[in-house]
C-alpha cells in the first residue's frame, strides 16, 4: 500500500502547538519567529516526501533490477520486452517524484533534505518527459539499442563472429589487413543505432528541461557537489596533470609500431591506427605488449599461463578476488552471490558479456556478470568487479538515495584500487610465482609499461567519451555530425584514427556499449586517477616505505578498516568529506599517477630522445 504524505494543515498544527508549548513554559518575552516556523514546516514536509519517495523508488528498484538481470544474462524477445516495460516504470516513478519535488526551495531546506532532493532531481540517467508515452518510447529503445550491441555479429572470412572472438583476432592479430577488416566488421555493427539514439537523445533532452536543467550534460554535470561549469573545470586539470605522461606514451609506442610494421602502415609521425593496438577502441593497450615491450629486464613469468598451469578457473578466480577483500578484515560474500552471480558464459543463450557487478535489493543479493576467461586481464577484472559489490555492502544501512558511491568515480575506482596491490609481491603470497621468479627493481620499467599501457592509454579515451556525448546532449553536435565529432575528439585527445575513411551512415560510438547501454562516462576518466590518489594513501597508511608501484595492501587489516569506514559513508555527504576521510585531501589529485610511473617517465623520455613527439 502507498503510503500518504503527512498533510501540510497537521504539520502547521503541529508546529503551532509546539510554538504555544515553549511560549508558555519560557520568559515572558520570548517571541516566536513566524519565518522559523513556516521554514520547519516545510522541512518536515520534505521529510515526509522523501521517506514516502525512498519508499516507493526502492520497491520499484528491486524489480526492475530483477528484469533488467534477466534481460542481461537470457537475452530474448520476452526479456527485452519485460526490462523496457520495468524500466518505463521506473523512469516514470522517478521523474513524477522530481517534478514532484520543485516545490520545495533546496535553499531553504536543512543540508540532509536538500541533498536529498537534489540528487533525486539528478540522479536519473535518461529522464523521459510526463507526456504520456514518453517513458515507454525511451524505455523502448534503450532496450533496443542495448540488445543490438549485445547480439551484434558481422561475416568475417565467410563466418559469422560475435564481439568476444572479434577482440581475440584484435588482440592477437599481426595482420594488418585481418585488423582492419575486423575492427570494420565490429563497427559496422553499430550503424543501425544511430537514428534510434538521435531520438533517444531528443526524449532524454526534453525530460532534463522538465526537471530544470538546459540540457542533459548539465543534469549529469550537475552530480558532483558543484556547478557543471567547475566539474568541467576540474576534469580538465586533473587531464592538464596526467596529459605529458600519455604524450610520451603515445610517441613511444608509435616509434615501435613504425618498426614493427612499416611506414605503409604505421606512419613514423602523426596519429596511431585504432585497429593496431590490441583492443577494439583502442583504450587499453596491453594486447600488443610483445610490440612495444621495453628493451630492459622483463619479468620471468606470464601471468596468464601461471593462472592456467596452477588449474585457476573462472570460480577460482572469483574465490581469490573475495580473498583480498577479507584478507582487509571485511566480510565474506554472501552464499547468494556464489549461487545466483553468472560467472561464465552459459552454454546456449544470448546474454550481455560486458563484466558489471549487480546490487538487485539494495542489501545483501549483489553479483557479478562476467563471461570469465582465465587470463590476466579478468584476474583484474575479477577484482575490480568485486570492489563494486563491496561498497554495495559497506552502504546497505543508508537511507535509500545514499545508497552510491560518494560520486560515480568512486564507485569506479575501489575495485581498480584494490587491483594495484597485484604485485609480485601478492603473486608470491598467492604461490603464483616463486621467491626466486619474484623480479627485481631492474624489472621495474618493465612492469610499469605494462601497467601504463591499461592505465594511462586509458584517460584520453575515457575523456573522449563524454566529451564526444555532452557535444552530443546539448545539441552542439546534430546528428549528422556524430560520427565525424566522435573521430575528432578522439584524434584531439588521443591521437588515434580509424584504419580507412568511413562510410557515410558509420555511427561508431555505438560500437562502445557504454554509448548504447547510457552509462555515463566521466567516472571511469575520474577513477583512474583516483585510484592511485587511494593506492597511495593506503600505502602511507600501511607504514610502505618503497616505491609506490611495489606496493601492496593485501592482508592489511588497519587499512582495510579505514577503507570500509570510507565506504559505509555512500552518497550521504559531499565527496570530498569522503575523500579527506581516507586520503587526508578534499581535491581529486593527479600526482599520485607521476609518483607512480616515474621510472617510466624517465625511461620514455630517453626512448623519445630526437623524436617528433604529437600528432
Known sequence: MMRQFLKPAAISASLLALAAALAACGPAKTRIDPAAIAMEERAIEARAFLKDAESQIAAKSHLAAQAYWEQATNITPETNAAAAQQGAEMTKLVVSLANASKRFDVKTLPPEEARKIQILRSGITLPAPSREGAAEELADITTKLDATYSTGKFMFQGREIDLLEASRIIEKSRNPAELQAVWEGWHSIAAPMAPDYARMVTIANEGARELGYPSLDQMWLSNYDMKPAQMEAEVQRLWTQVEPLYKELHCYARGRLNTYYGDAVQPATGPIRADLLGNMWAQQWSGVYDILKTDTPSPAYDLTTRLNEQGYT?????????AFFTSLGLQSLPQTFWERSMITKPEGREVVCHASAWDLDDYEDVRIKMCTQVNAEDFQTVHHELGHNYYQLAYRHQDHLYKNGAHDGFHEAIGDFIALSITPEYLEQLGLISAAEKPGAEADTALLLQTALDKIAFLPFALSVDSW????????????????????????????????????????????????????????FLSFIMQFQFHKAACEQAGWEGPLHRCSIYGNKEVGRRFEEMMEAGMSQPWPDTLEKFTGTREMDGSAIIEYFDPLMVYLKDQNAGQSCGW
Do not use: C
Open 314 to 322: 573462472p570460480l577460482k578466480m572469483v574465490q581469490t578476488g573475495e
Open 469 to 524: 556525448r555532452w557535444g552530443v546532449l546539448s545539441g552542439e553536435t546534430p546528428p549528422d555530425q556524430y560520427n565525424q565529432s566522435w573521430t575528432d575528439i578522439r584524434l584531439k585527445n588521443q591521437g588515434i584514427i580509424p584504419p580507412a575513411p568511413r562510410p557515410a551512415d558509420a555511427f561508431d560510438p555505438g560500437a562502445k556499449y557504454h554509448i548504447p547501454g547510457n552509462t555515463p562516462y566521466l567516472r571511469y
